[in-house]
């Protein structure tokens, strides 16, 4: 099994904040976001890491940070440990390929998702209410099936441990300002539109992600993860059938699994078989490639 890195130690470096996958070093004028191995499901972290992971979610960014440029700026100052300050540099092993250097954001307290197809949480509320996150559906649509127009469901952003919790629009506006809400509302589907249609000629189907946003000099601008198997579901194109669940390049695929055992989704997690976490990484690396064309 390849060797994972599921937690970082950076004795000089100023720890500000450990996520599900994400350690974040404060180093001054910048921020270093260092993305592990560490996978979570049901908002428990697993206690094995996924081998590649961090470098896959990190390259994944990247490359749709860059193409959504000329949509919103976006966090990312330096890519490369070599310009990294120079007291990164001998952390060079554990940082080359999987961290970024970014700027000082401040987050907004929203989660931006968007929805191109019936799937998930929706599909369950859909069946209950006809409505996703309250938003009215045409009668008689099925698991997976295309909305005719892609929807924006925020929900709140909870702490580690915590779930989120949908909320209406009315809600955004109340917390960020209506010229704020507008904005993120309006480049979430902009980002999302042009990613669906270009994930489509690598054969990939984006059924729905999520973005975060933060203000930094005044600017809305894309924090955090771009697109990734982590904040998406990635569907191959050539197996789409509507009526059901479809295969994936995500973590679908552990929490179909999980969804087999007798565990409550809560701490602690499961001990996760050598090939399940093997799965998963194959599954991750298949999306790097179809998406980028690289491999590790």
Same mark, same amino acid.
């Given at each position: 099994?390849?060797?994972?890195?599921?937690?970082?130690?950076?004795?000089?470096?100023?720890?500000?904040?450990?996520?599900?996958?994400?350690?974040?070093?404060?180093?001054?004028?910048?921020?270093?976001?260092?993305? @592990?191995?560490?996978?979570? =499901?049901?908002?428990?972290?697993?206690? $094995?890491? /996924? !081998?590649?992971?961090?470098? +896959?979610?990190?390259?994944?960014?990247?490359?749709?940070?860059?193409?959504?440029?000329?949509?919103?700026?976006?966090?990312?100052?330096?890519?490369?440990?070599?310009?990294?300050?120079?007291?990164?540099?001998?952390?060079?092993?554990?940082?080359?390929?999987?961290?970024?250097?970014?700027?000082?954001?401040?987050?907004?307290?929203?989660?931006?998702?968007?929805?191109?197809?019936?799937?998930?949480?929706?599909?369950?509320?859909?069946?209950?209410?006809?409505?996703?996150?309250?938003?009215?559906?045409?009668?008689?649509?099925?698991?997976?099936?295309?909305?005719?127009?892609?929807?924006? @469901?925020?929900?709140?952003? =909870?702490?580690?441990?915590?779930?989120? $919790?949908? /909320? !209406?629009?009315?809600?955004? +506006?109340?917390?960020?300002?209506?010229?704020?809400?507008?904005?993120?509302?309006?480049?979430?589907?902009?980002?999302?539109?042009?990613?669906?249609?270009?994930?489509?000629?690598?054969?990939?189907?984006?059924?729905?992600?999520?973005?975060?946003?933060?203000?930094?000099?005044?600017?809305?601008?894309?924090?955090?993860?771009?697109?990734?198997?982590?904040?998406?579901?990635?569907?191959?194109?050539?197996?789409?059938?509507?009526?059901?669940?479809?295969?994936?390049?995500?973590?679908?695929?552990?929490?179909?699994?999980?969804?087999?055992?007798?565990?409550?989704?809560?701490?602690?997690?499961?001990?996760?078989?050598?090939?399940?976490?093997?799965?998963?990484? $194959?599954?991750?690396?298949?999306?790097?490639?179809?998406?980028?064309?690289?491999?590790?």
């Amino acid at each position: 099994m390849q060797a994972t890195l599921t937690q970082t130690k950076f004795a000089d470096l100023k720890l500000i904040n450990q996520g599900k996958v994400r350690d974040i070093y404060d180093l001054g004028e910048y921020l270093l976001l260092v993305t @592990t191995d560490r996978i979570s =499901a049901f908002d428990v972290i697993m206690n $094995e890491g /996924i !081998p590649h992971k961090g470098f +896959v979610l990190t390259q994944i960014s990247k490359f749709w940070f860059e193409q959504m440029s000329d949509i919103i700026p976006n966090h990312i100052i330096a890519t490369e440990v070599s310009d990294f300050p120079a007291i990164t540099h001998k952390y060079r092993d554990q940082l080359e390929g999987r961290s970024m250097l970014v700027k000082k954001a401040k987050p907004l307290p929203v989660e931006c998702i968007v929805r191109g197809y019936v799937s998930g949480s929706g599909w369950k509320e859909y069946k209950q209410q006809g409505s996703i996150c309250g938003i009215p559906l045409p009668a008689g649509m099925v698991e997976s099936q295309k909305l005719s127009e892609p929807i924006f @469901t925020p929900s709140t952003k =909870a702490e580690l441990g915590e779930h989120d $919790e949908n /909320i !209406p629009f009315s809600k955004v +506006v109340e917390l960020v300002g209506q010229e704020v809400a507008d904005k993120i509302s309006s480049t979430t589907i902009a980002i999302y539109n042009r990613a669906r249609d270009l994930a489509a000629t690598k054969g990939i189907i984006i059924a729905d992600t999520k973005f975060e946003f933060g203000i930094f000099e005044d600017q809305v601008i894309w924090i955090d993860e771009a697109l990734t198997p982590d904040s998406s579901r990635f569907w191959p194109k050539d197996l789409y059938q509507a009526g059901g669940p479809q295969p994936s390049f995500d973590k679908q695929f552990l929490r179909d699994y999980l969804e087999t055992l007798d565990w409550g989704k809560q701490a602690p997690a499961p001990q996760l078989p050598e090939e399940i976490i093997r799965k998963t990484g $194959e599954k991750y690396l298949e999306a790097l490639f179809r998406i980028t064309g690289m491999k590790p």
